[in-house]
């Protein structure tokens, strides 16, 4: 639309269309007269009927479509007569369009109240399904809420969970996008960024939103924009290409063939309209022949921009002239462009459903044959009732309407793909279709190419898919999409992708490595399959062939002497009974059984459809002429203020007093009424005119501000409606002059200079709109929509109350700071609830607060509807309800919840109802809290609004229904006769109304400083200081311009409140935390109970500084969550399908911890460290070693240092009886080192008891291995002198002097030199060091010498062993020795025992967890030594103590004499049996 600069002297031009000239559109038209023409010859459809058409270019913009909507209503005669029932020519009966949602809303409220029906074939919001605000709208083309509801179910279907918006900032857009965000939250989708954009926003926004997109991280865009801003967007992009992006398109733009022209969108999909064939249209488009071209201006402009040529001499000189050999069937262009009909089907359909309703209204059909009474006055009223039931189908296409006027909803699933020209073209791959079952209604049949030609789906996710094994752990401060993936703990699974826990696997389970399943432990039990178990095995069974060898020996030989004298019946039972315990060693085990653990909302221009202001020339009846002056004159009724004054300056003044308008049924033959106000009577309202009114006189009779200057006023009653707020804008901007005259340049008095109003956000909205093109500055003291801050669409727009930015703010950071996080809300469905809502919920979804009901609602909804909301509030679990409610809808809907009240509620109340007396009546609602402007004092205002005098009252009809409604008595004779007369002793000063009630002055001191606000603007503009004295000019004409001008600058301060404007025509937003407190009597009050002030910093901006009283007059904070907090020790885990505020509490697995309530994920504790019983908290784990405070180290170090002293008390035994035989025959100095050694190895193990160190887990093992290879030598040393000795008394045997005590002495020493080496090599290289055992126990830790070195180890071990092994043979074989002085059968068993013990040690040693492992080798080494020193020395000591007769040199000179013999008869023996063989 072209931008026209009006200089308030001549008319105004009507609003033309400018720009690029849009050939698709040009296409609708011309199908439009296509199908007008197609029905007019038909023989079935309206026979005899012929259609006629007006077809207007709206551009776009919603100033020319209402233009477009009143002319479409008027028809086009200049002059008609009421004589003739208003009947004019070119006045339609129905109409189709428009193309935009926004022009539509606009146009469908002018029209409905005159029954007329349009027809849409492009509008798609889904607000206009509403039949209560646009009863006569009717659409071809599906609504919003079933795209919305298909793109979110295309981005599910792909996978994608992290994803960019942007959207056309109108109707379209942001009721497109709002109902996308829905259904994606609703899928789990989360969203990266949501910007908004308009065509005709200034190109640094537009740069904005493309480097948000360019600088992103999701992959996917959904774009729900309009082909003209999306056009753009895509040029901005053009200059700067994204990184690779996957457009995901709204109908609206992804069949425009214009935008297929940017290659770097090729791949985009999106869904679109249903392709159509439309038989003789493009016949039809391309018959057009030079006359029709130059006929029309559009014609001729689309010919000229087509083939960039001109039609007329005088046109662009830059252009060739058209020389007839242009040739439209080669035209490559959208209007020719046919082979993709899907729009222009709708608008082929919305012209046949109009003939069909005419059909029905005037035709009938009789024997066979229809008749049609063309002369018949059709009304728009019989239309509009036909097309609701009209059921038809064309070319195949269906046409219906349901009860909300909507079609059903069919789309196709489009795709950009490259052609092998690299040409972009448009492919159907797939459809959606809203009447299948759900989740049925997607259906893809080709293949998709992606961006970049790919035929792989691009990823678009925050976070990859967790696979199992792993847990989802959300990001903190991040959405949902958002998260790490953390492994499973030990002995836990997930065996799904993106599980949100891990669980644990059974008992007898255990998960595999990649902790995705249970499988069962493995059973661990001695199996034939290992080595050890064959050896062992071996062993048994050969142990048990030894046994029955003998025993089949001895059953052979049971006579012989040898056999009967070893008691033969008991050793054929030991030879059985070891056998049979063998075979019982020998059995198996089972195996266990394994299972397998499973979701700028814009308002459209409101024009009223009733009597607009419109100043018209004409010298027509009614108007005369005047010299050379041409009187104006206004042909709509003037409304009445409800107060005024004249003055030298204007102010103008709305406000609400009523709550409804009065419903008047038009019969379109008489001139209609202005709106009138009706409803209860608002007290509140009346203060806020009155606190104008005594502003203005206190402004009026101040000597500083406007000295000399009378501003007069003119207050308007707009009773919370659109269609009197906007007839008293134009009302305030024409002035009430019935006649005024061009030559004075239009001058007329009463024309306002500045307005304060409205109440309401939406009423300000449309008059904003009106009254900005004129730059009449409107100021409000109690609009606060946060939209009214867009400079670009209500410049001159200002007001002294907070934007609902900072109130929604307020409210999510209060709700928050009493850890409210399940919360319902409810909103009016007006601008201000909207908009104030959408504001919240952002908010709130920063806080991380749920809500689990939104609801929306307005005062003149049905009853049914409301009800439905209580209904909502009562049975909902939310204790915390916030209302962004106007207070009249507040009140409608607590009327409704007090006829059956809730259970307990906490309500959070937006400023605008809960500083409303009236609605303090609920006391359900007492506890209420919420944000309220700053109470303030207004010095001698209670004093003016008490007086009022009984003329006063008489002389106003406003004060009089106050006065009456007041005091329930009647001022006239005529009025009420169930009142009684008021008759004087009515005392208003007694009065408890809100009218008098000044003891909360919130809103009222916002009109106060409105007014102020002004008064200093006009004072800038007419006064000026001179020589410190201020002249005003009052004659001066000030212009609205001037007044909007200096209002930008204004600063001061008024009873010490500030007043000034920021950039966005808003004021620093201040509020006061409010409480409804019951009093002792009852009453519910309001007390402030703290602030926020948005001025401070971030985080500081909330104080609370008085106790509040919350619902049921609790003292404690009520409780409002989906779930308890998770206690520390436990961790969140989402519950499937729920807002995140609704979990589950999973206790931490074993070994993690969690610190905080609320965790999101549990921590393990570090390696030394171990959680509580609470698994709160990390501590050191116990350090476990064998420690000498223990019971069992007690015991071994008594049974240590007895042995030691037991080996030293042997010793002196010993030593004392050194002389005797039996100390001498068993080679005395081989026993003194034995016992040293044996004292030396029971010393030793004490190095094993208490914390390991450096030194002692070297010398602990280095001692033991020496010590013990000592002791075998002098073992073995005696073993082989006792041999010695006996062969040495065989005849000619002289071997004893081979093996004499040097020989004795070396074989010691190089036996144990050896160890010694192995023991140095062991700590050169890998020496025992002390370690901390983490592994063993989980929960504690195990302090023990690691080994370093296995192999020297066990060298050490195998050395001693190799050693006893071959004194054990030896002495077996000196076993028979003559006894007495004869130690070999002592050695014998020893070594026995020595081999016994330690031959288990392996196993005990191998298998014994922590100290026990330690104990066991201490026991090994006190076992074998205890063997030692009490086999070998025990019976020695027996016969020197107790027995010294046997210890004597004649008894030994005996026994070797006996050895002799013996030994002499054996050889005598053995010559014998070889002399007989």
């Keep these: ?575 059985f009974s070891p056998n049979e315990t063998r075979r019982m060693e020998m059995r198996t085990l089972f195996i266990g059984p394994r299972f397998l653990v499973i979701l700028l909302e814009l308002m459209s221009l409101v024009l009223l459809a009733q009597s607009v202001n419109v100043l018209t020339q004409r010298t027509e009846p009614g108007v005369s002429a005047e010299a050379s002056s041409t009187r104006c004159t206004l042909l709509g009724t003037p409304r009445s203020p409800a107060f005024s004054e004249d003055g030298d300056f204007i102010i103008g003044g709305v406000s609400s007093i009523h709550y409804q308008l009065y419903t008047v049924i038009y019969n379109y033959t008489t001139k209609p009424e202005p709106p009138r106000c009706t409803g209860s009577f608002n007290a509140r309202g009346l203060r806020f005119f009155r606190t104008m009114i005594f502003a203005i006189e206190e402004i009026n009779n101040s000597t500083e501000l406007l000295p000399g200057v009378k501003l007069g006023y003119r207050l308007y009653d707009s009773c919370v409606s659109v269609p009197v707020s906007v007839h008293v804008a134009f009302q305030l901007a024409n002035g009430p002059d019935p006649v005024f005259y061009q030559d004075r340049n239009c001058s007329q008095s009463g024309v306002v200079v500045a307005a304060v109003g409205d109440s309401g956000s939406t009423p300000s909205i449309s008059m904003s709109r009106i009254m900005g093109p004129f730059n009449i500055p409107l100021v409000s003291h109690f609009a606060t929509c946060a939209c009214l801050s867009d400079k670009q669409q209500f410049p001159t727009f200002f007001r002294t109350i907070p934007s609902d930015h900072y109130q929604a703010d307020a409210l999510a950071k209060l709700v928050k700071h009493f850890g409210w996080t399940w919360i319902g809300a409810v909103h009016s469905d007006s601008d201000y609830g909207n908009n104030g809502m959408a504001s919240f919920l952002e908010a709130a979804l920063r806080e991380g607060i749920c809500v689990e009901y939104t609801e929306s609602f307005f005062r003149t909804n049905q009853q049914s509807k409301i009800r439905r909301v209580a209904d909502v509030i009562r049975r909902s679990t939310a204790v915390v309800v916030v209302a962004f409610t106007a207070s009249g809808d507040m009140k409608v809907l607590l009327e409704e919840l007090a006829r059956d009240p809730p259970p307990p509620r906490q309500w959070i109340g937006s400023e605008s109802w809960v500083t409303d007396p009236l609605l303090m009546s609920f006391s359900f609602c007492a506890g209420a809290i919420g944000v309220a402007i700053q109470q303030s004092v207004i010095p001698g205002l209670r004093d003016f609004l008490l007086d009022l005098s009984p003329s006063d009252v008489a002389a106003s009809p406003l004060l009089s229904e106050f006065w009456e409604d007041a005091f329930n008595c009647s001022l006239t004779t005529t009025a009420d006769p169930n009142r009684r007369g008021c008759d004087g002793t009515e005392d208003i000063k007694t009065l408890r109304s809100p009218y008098t009630e000044t003891s909360q002055l919130r809103i009222s001191n916002m009109v106060y400083k409105a007014v102020y606000a002004i008064a200093h603007a006009i004072h800038n503009a007419v006064c000026q200081i001179t020589n410190t004295a201020t002249h005003c000019d009052n004659h001066i004409k000030l212009e609205p311009k001037q007044v909007f001008i200096e209002l930008k600058k204004v600063n001061f301060s008024r009873n010490g409140y500030h007043v000034s404007f920021d950039a966005n025509g808003d004021p620093v937003a201040f509020y006061e935390l409010v409480n409804w407190q019951k009093s002792e009597s009852g009453v519910i009050e309001l007390v402030t109970v703290g602030y926020y002030d948005a001025s401070l910093p971030r985080g500081q901006e909330f104080r609370i500084n008085r106790n509040i009283t919350w619902v049921e007059r609790r003292k404690e904070v009520p409780v409002s969550v989906c779930s308890e907090s998770c206690p520390p020790g436990t961790r969140k885990v989402l519950q499937k399908g729920k807002p995140i505020c609704c979990y589950d509490c999973i206790p931490c697995p074993e070994g993690e911890i969690s610190n905080m309530t609320d965790s999101l994920e549990c921590f393990p504790c570090p390696g030394e460290f171990w959680p509580n019983a609470k698994r709160d908290a990390c501590f050191p784990k116990l350090v476990e070693f064998l420690s000498y405070n223990e019971v069992l180290s007690i015991i071994l170090a008594v049974f240590s240092v007895s042995g030691a002293f037991l080996a030293v008390i042997t010793s002196l035994i010993f030593f004392h009886h050194r002389t005797t035989p039996i100390v001498r025959a068993n080679n005395s100095e081989l026993s003194f080192l034995l016992l040293f050694s044996l004292t030396l190895c029971f010393l030793c193990s004490l190095t094993f008891i208490g914390a390991p160190s450096e030194w002692s887990c070297m010398l602990r093992h280095t001692a033991f291995g020496i010590t013990f290879v000592l002791c075998i030598s002098c073992v073995l040393g005696k073993t082989i002198v006792v041999l010695m000795a006996f062969k040495a008394t065989l005849p000619g045997n002289n071997v004893m002097k081979w093996f004499g005590p040097p020989q004795q002495r070396m074989t010691v020493v190089s036996l144990t030199l050896i160890q010694i080496i192995i023991c140095i090599i062991w700590l050169v290289v890998s020496p025992p060091f002390p370690v901390k055992n983490l592994s063993t126990y989980k929960e504690k830790i195990i302090l023990e010498c690691a080994l370093g070195s296995a192999v020297g180890f066990w060298a050490v071990l195998g050395y001693i062993g190799l050693l006893a092994v071959f004194c054990f043979v030896l002495a077996v074989l000196a076993r028979n020795l003559p006894d007495n002085f004869n130690e070999a059968k002592m050695i014998t068993f020893s070594m026995l025992i020595f081999c016994a013990v330690w031959i288990t040690f392996i196993p005990a040693y191998v298998s014994s967890p922590g100290k026990f492992t330690v104990a066991v080798e201490i026991f090994a080494i006190l076992a074998s030594s205890f063997g030692l020193i009490l086999c070998i020395f025990a019976p020695k000591c027996f016969i020197i103590l107790c027995q010294p007769e046997k210890n004597t040199k004649k008894i030994f000179e005996k026994q070797l004499m006996m050895n002799y013999l013996k030994n002499s008869s054996r050889i005598t023996e053995e010559v014998y049996y070889q002399l007989n063989s």
């Design 1 to 575: 639309m072209q931008t026209v600069i009006n200089n308030y002297t001549t008319k105004p031009e009507l609003p033309r269309c400018t720009g690029s000239f849009n050939p698709r559109e040009l296409r609708f038209s011309r199908t439009m007269i296509f199908a007008i023409e197609e029905i007019n010859n038909s023989t079935e459809l309206l026979p005899g009927i012929k259609l006629g058409y007006q077809i207007h270019d709206t551009c776009a913009s919603v100033p020319v479509a209402v233009h477009v909507a009143f002319q479409l209503l008027n028809g086009q005669d200049p002059v008609f007569y009421q004589d003739r029932n208003c009947s004019q020519s070119g006045v339609v009966v129905a109409a189709v369009g428009d193309s935009g949602s926004t022009p539509s809303i606009s146009m469908s409220r002018i029209m409905g109240p005159f029954n007329i029906p349009l027809v849409s074939h492009f509008a798609t919001c889904a607000c206009l399904s509403d039949k209560q605000e646009y009863p006569t709208f009717f659409r071809t083309i599906p609504s919003d809420q079933f795209q919305a509801d298909a793109l979110a179910k295309l981005v599910k279907y792909f996978g994608w969970t992290w994803i960019g918006a942007v959207h056309s900032d109108s109707d379209y857009g942001n009721n497109g996008m709002g109902s996308f965000l829905k259904a994606a939250n609703s899928e789990g989708i989360c969203v990266e960024y949501i910007e908004s954009f308009y065509r005709t926003d200034p190109q640094s926004k537009i740069r904005r939103v493309a480097d948000v997109i360019r600088r992103s991280s999701a992959v996917v865009v959904v774009a729900f924009v309009a082909a003209g801003d999306m056009k753009f967007l895509l040029e901005e992009l053009a200059l700067d290409p994204p990184p690779l992006r996957q457009w995901i398109g709204s109908e609206s733009w992804i069949t425009d063939p214009n935008s297929m022209s940017f290659s770097f969108c090729a791949g985009a999909i999106g869904v679109a309209i249903q392709q159509s064939v439309i038989p003789g249209l493009r016949d039809f488009l391309l018959d057009l022949s030079p006359s029709d071209v130059a006929a029309s201006s559009v014609l001729t402009e689309f010919w000229e921009d087509a083939f960039n040529c001109s039609l007329t001499k005088t046109a662009d000189l830059t252009k060739r002239e058209c020389d007839g050999t242009e040739d439209i069937k080669a035209l490559q262009s959208p209007y020719t462009e046919t082979s993709q009909l899907r729009i222009t089907n709708m608008v082929y359909k919305a012209v046949y459903a109009v003939a069909h309703a005419i059909h029905d209204a005037v035709c009938q059909e009789t024997k066979n044959k229809t008749e049609c009474d063309k002369h018949r006055n059709v009304e728009p009223k019989q239309v509009f009732a036909a097309l609701k039931k009209v059921n038809f189908t064309q070319n195949g296409y269906h046409v219906s309407f349901d009860e909300n006027g909507d079609a059903v909803a069919f789309y196709e699933l489009v795709n950009w793909q490259k052609s092998e020209s690299e040409v972009i073209e448009l492919v159907t791959v797939g459809y959606y279709d809203a009447s299948l079952p759900k989740g049925q209604e997607f259906n893809i049949n080709r293949n998709i190419t992606w961006l970049e030609g790919g035929t792989q789906v691009p990823v678009s996710v925050c976070s990859e898919s967790c696979p199992p094994g792993t847990r989802k752990v959300l990001q903190k401060g991040k959405p949902i999409c958002c998260y790490d993936c953390i492994p499973c703990p030990e002995g836990e699974i997930s065996n799904m992708t993106d599980s949100p826990n891990c669980l644990l696997c059974p008992e007898e389970f255990w998960p595999n490595a990649n902790k995705d399943a249970c499988f069962p432990k493995p059973l661990e039990f001695l199996s034939f399959d290992e080595v050890l178990s064959i050896i062992l095995a071996a062993v048994s069974v050969s142990g048990s062939i030894l046994a029955v060898l003998t025993a089949v020996i001895f059953f052979h030989h049971r006579t012989t002497p040898i056999v009967r004298a070893n008691n033969s019946e008991l050793s054929f039972l030991l030879l």
